[in-house]
């Protein structure tokens, strides 16, 4: 608390004056969070900070070099502009920019507080590393050393290694080890989606390497949870700051603004989906149905949410529908607007964060790892599955084997001694997938 | 701040390296022209993103929201990115495109090629006034004191005389210590040139050859942009008669009929009498085509105006032939024929994309 209130003075006195009222009104309709750190940040430091998704001070990386060309330009172009920087940590860090004007300032202090809240509260965050600031430092600090120590060609390549697999964690991992009510910390054993964790264990490797692998597993599980809640969470954030700002923080000449800077946000272009416009009506929906806000953003994620409240009142409301290519013309077109249909295909969507599910089942024969995709109609990318999966096999020195299905035919996508193959898995053989 | 200029710096130097390796099939492919806008090009860097287990075909369907019935096609906007989910990494989706100036592209180029600085025709080199602070004088001005070389060679004397105690650390400049900046003229090459490219757009030329010129016309500019502080570029095309064009008709203009070469030698020295005089431009002229001319006369007349009037004003000619389907190649032998033994003259042939970078090398690398 002594560190907030000391970052925060360097806000200018009116600005301290909002954050205070905007925080207060925010507590008094029931929102509950650690304290706020807002920081006073100048608009060319912002694509920077943005890099490197709000923390200060990250493991050096390439990829934050081009994710801050990439902001710069388009910030440059005046394509997008950043208006909330927030992250999950106690006391939750935000940042104001120096060059928005007062009410965006309102709006960013307000929305930060509906953030704050979800990160506090939401179950998926429980287990999420509140001292993540301190943690990415030494992180840093840790790159750093090894960089010294091997040259920055060999650490970066391997990091460059295990961030490709930096998907392939488990998100349901403190869920179901508190259902097993079994000691975190324990070994990681086949079957398991935490294929980064298992590799930090049982791959062939050097100290430092493992170290680094189980560094990258750390940053992904505590960026995970807001893969898997980013519709709530920004509906949350946002069903809020129009509360608290249309309830007396914005004085009248402000509302016009507002109403600008809010449609900004929550804007959509046309036929498209934007996450922040779907959360907050889903929320403004669950209110209408009489639900319990505070109970529904404890207990979801975005698919267990959208499967709760996408009914055919919202569908038909929102003239939601699904789109699919035509074979015929190549274009995408309006298929269906079936509430079902809709539920069902963002469900499928938002399962698993999104992303393909890779199961480590064991280590097979030659002490190959078999990895099993567990398809659900989708297909993968063969190549970008083939060039993970040479990944996969650097790192574990042994073959890699990957069980998906490819246009309906079983496969097995196979790494061995530097040569890939895609090999035809026979009928009379059980189906890996 | 934030250290993430360091972090920007290692990326460059990574896509460096990756257009370094790469800048064969750069050479090689028109990818690079249309992406060129004032000082800096665009280069796609294929597969610097990081691979990761994907859907593929992840944009195809979605949900989307809006009016309409079933079976409207969506709007250009709806599409990419409709669903939910997917969006939170798309932009790992589109190929990384990279701004390089040109003067680095031009510098790997010349890297690549191995092609040596432009040595100036005559001496007409200026003495221009682009000297750089980066000499040191033991006298000047103290706003020019360099501290640290000051500081360096008083610590020096302080040692030499004996006087350095270790557990006392103290150095005091005296005025024999002091250093002072200076600026080292630098002997710039003149800084004028104009770049002549002439093309025949008679009927045979066809797009394949026209793609080739093109892409040859643009690591020739590169190069000598960074050679000169200014270049000028003048298109000229030609069939029976030649004309001056802007660059987008050069690339595109597609004429039929005869050939007659020396109309172009004939407006390219015109221009360079009346326009760019021999005495105060660097000047080359560039001519490519499939060989075939008009008639063995019209070339005589080429031979002559190029002995005569053009290689006396030029820092060096060169005839780029393209073969085509229809062309003979004539004309280069009998360039070949005509200037035996004469180094101002530079010709070549290119059958495919893949000789363009040792066109380049043939045009470039005598340093002329």
Redesign the interface.
């Given at each position: 608390m002594d560190g907030a209130r000391r970052s925060q003075s360097s806000l200018p006195p009116n600005l301290r004056r909002w954050a205070a009222e905007i925080e207060r009104d925010a507590r008094s309709r029931g929102l509950d969070f650690f304290a706020l750190d807002f920081r006073w940040l100048d608009a060319?430091?912002v694509?920077?900070?943005a890099?490197?998704g709000g923390f200060?001070?990250r493991a050096?990386?390439?990829?934050?070099?081009?994710e801050?060309?990439?902001l710069s330009?388009t910030h440059a172009w005046g394509l997008s502009r950043i208006y909330e920087l927030v992250i999950n940590t106690d006391p939750v860090v935000a940042y104001l920019v120096r060059s928005n004007s007062e009410s965006e300032q309102k709006l960013v202090m307000a929305h930060v507080c509906g953030h704050a809240d979800f990160f506090r509260h939401n179950a998926w965050f429980a287990s999420t590393d509140r001292g993540m600031l301190d943690t990415l430092a030494q992180h840093a600090v840790r790159v750093r050393r090894e960089i010294e120590r091997h040259g920055?060609e060999r650490v970066e390549r391997f990091l460059?290694l295990c961030?490709?697999?930096?998907?392939?964690v488990d998100p349901y991992d403190e869920l179901r080890r508190s259902l097993r009510k079994s000691a975190a910390g324990g070994a990681i054993t086949a079957p398991t989606y935490d294929v980064l964790g298992f590799l930090a264990e049982n791959a062939p490797l050097e100290d430092w390497e493992r170290e680094l692998i189980a560094q990258v597993r750390a940053e992904a599980r505590y960026f995970l949870p807001q893969?898997l809640t980013?519709?709530m969470n920004e509906g949350w954030a946002s069903f809020w700051h129009s509360r608290i700002l249309t309830g007396g923080v914005l004085d009248s000449s402000e509302i016009v603004d507002f109403a600008d800077c809010h449609s900004g946000a929550t804007q959509?272009?046309?036929?498209?989906?934007n996450?922040y416009k779907?959360g907050i009506e889903l929320w403004r929906h669950a209110e209408a149905r009489g639900e319990d806000l505070f109970k529904l953003r404890r207990a979801h994620n975005?698919a267990s949410f959208v499967d709760l409240l996408l009914d055919d009142e919202f569908v038909a409301h929102?003239?939601?529908?699904?789109?699919?290519?035509?074979a015929r013309?190549g274009?995408?077109?309006?298929?269906?607007?079936s509430a079902a249909k809709?539920r069902e295909?963002?469900l499928t969507?938002?399962a698993w964060?999104?992303?393909?599910r890779?199961e480590l089942s064991g280590v097979g024969d030659g002490r190959a790892l078999e990895l099993v995709?567990r398809h659900d109609g989708?297909?993968?990318?063969?190549?970008?599955?083939s060039?993970?999966l040479q990944?996969v096999a650097t790192l574990w020195k042994r073959p890699v084997r990957l069980a998906t299905r490819l246009e309906g035919v079983a496969k097995r996508l196979v790494w061995s001694e530097g040569t890939f193959e895609s090999v035809d898995v026979t009928e009379s053989a059980p189906d890996p997938a | 701040m934030f250290r993430i200029e360091a972090d920007r710096e290692r990326f460059r130097e990574i896509v460096r390296g990756r257009i370094r390796s790469d800048l064969r099939r750069y050479l090689s492919t028109p990818e690079l022209l249309a992406k060129h806008a004032g000082k800096t090009v665009s280069v796609p860097l294929p597969q610097i993103e990081l691979p990761h287990f994907e859907f593929a075909n992840e944009d195809d369907d979605g949900v989307g929201q809006g009016q309409g019935a079933r079976g409207d096609a969506l709007s250009e906007g709806g599409e990419g990115e409709p669903g939910e989910g997917a969006a939170g990494n798309a932009n790992a989706e589109h190929a990384v495109e990279v701004e390089v100036e040109l003067e680095e592209l031009a510098e790997m180029l010349g890297r690549e090629l191995g092609l040596p600085h432009v040595e100036p025709r005559g001496r007409r080199e200026i003495e221009s006034d682009a000297g750089r602070y980066n000499g040191v004088r033991s006298s000047g001005p103290d706003s020019l004191r360099h501290f640290r070389r000051t500081f360096r060679s008083a610590l020096r004397r302080t040692i030499a005389s004996g006087q350095w105690d270790p557990e006392h650390p103290r150095v005091v400049p005296q005025r024999e210590d002091f250093r002072f900046k200076s600026r080292r003229p630098a002997p710039v090459p003149d800084s004028s040139a104009v770049v002549f490219h002439m093309m025949d757009v008679s009927g045979s030329m066809g797009r394949e050859q026209k793609e080739i010129v093109r892409i040859e016309a643009f690591w020739i500019d590169t190069w000598l942009r960074s050679q000169y502080r200014n270049l000028e570029v003048v298109y000229l095309v030609h069939d029976a008669t030649a004309k001056q064009v802007d660059h987008d008709t050069f690339f595109h203009l597609r004429e039929s009929g005869g050939t007659r070469i020396s109309s172009a030698y004939e407006l390219c020295l015109d221009l360079i009498r009346s326009r760019y005089p021999a005495d105060e431009w660097n000047i080359y002229p560039f001519h490519y085509s499939d060989g075939d001319n008009w008639s063995a006369r019209d070339t005589e007349r080429c031979v002559s105006l190029l002995r005569d009037e053009l290689l006396p004003r030029v820092n060096q000619f060169c005839y780029g032939q393209v073969r085509s389907a229809y062309g003979s190649g004539q004309f280069k032998k009998d360039l070949d024929h005509a200037f035996l033994g004469d180094d101002r003259v530079v010709t070549t042939n290119v059958a495919e994309r893949d000789e363009i970078a040792d066109t380049l090398r043939a045009f470039l690398g005598a340093g002329r």
């Open positions: 060319a430091d694509n920077g900070l890099a490197y200060p001070v050096p990386s390439w990829r934050f070099g081009m801050y060309e990439r330009k920055i460059d961030l490709s697999l930096d998907t392939l893969r980013r519709i959509q272009a046309p036929g498209r989906l996450p779907l975005d929102h003239a939601l529908f699904v789109h699919q290519k035509n013309t274009k995408q077109e309006i298929a269906d607007r809709v295909r963002l969507q938002l964060g999104g992303l393909p890779i995709h989708r297909d993968l990318d063969l190549q970008k599955a060039d993970t990944r | -």
